[in-house]
């Protein structure tokens, strides 16, 4: 049997018991499909390499759209449609100074998200 066809086999569960009391206590814990629905779309949305790397410059200081589009070397129109994105998920805010919008992290759970999910990849 080759490895990959053993560890689907492994993966699977052979057996055609219902464990119920595990079942209902999966589902009492589950949250509203809503709240789940908006979840996915949070992780969607740093599904873009584009998008992470917005994230990571914004997590020591703000920055205005012209100087991320020079850091990322991407036009500032294609800057602004992303942290259009970013902003409709609630991941980062602006505030305007004159005639300059600086854009910001949301809040500490969005730098929360980068740093667990930088600890995973980088687990070992």
């Known amino acids: 049997m080759k490895e990959k066809d053993k560890r689907a086999e492994s993966a699977s569960c052979s057996c ?3 464990h119920q009391e595990v079942v209902d206590q999966a589902r009492a814990a ?5 709240i789940l629905y908006d ?4 992780f969607k949305v740093f599904g873009d390499s584009t998008r992470i790397k ?5 997590l020591g200081q703000e920055m ?4 991320l589009a020079v850091l990322l070397q991407m036009t500032p129109s294609a800057v602004s449609h992303q942290l259009r994105i970013l902003k409709q998920a609630r991941l980062v805010k602006c505030r305007k100074e004159g005639k300059v919008v600086h854009y910001s992290l949301d809040d500490a ?4 998200i980068i740093d667990q999910g930088l ?3 980088l687990e070992v």
Request: glycine residues 4%; charged residues 20%.
């Open 64 to 67: 205005c759209v012209c100087d």
């Open 39 to 42: 979840l996915a779309e949070v």
């Open 30 to 34: 589950m949250p509203k499909e809503e």
């Open 109 to 112: 759970h969005v730098q929360g």
């Open 54 to 58: 917005l994230l990571w410059a914004l």
């Open 16 to 18: 055609n018991v219902i």
């Open 119 to 121: 600890l995973h990849i």
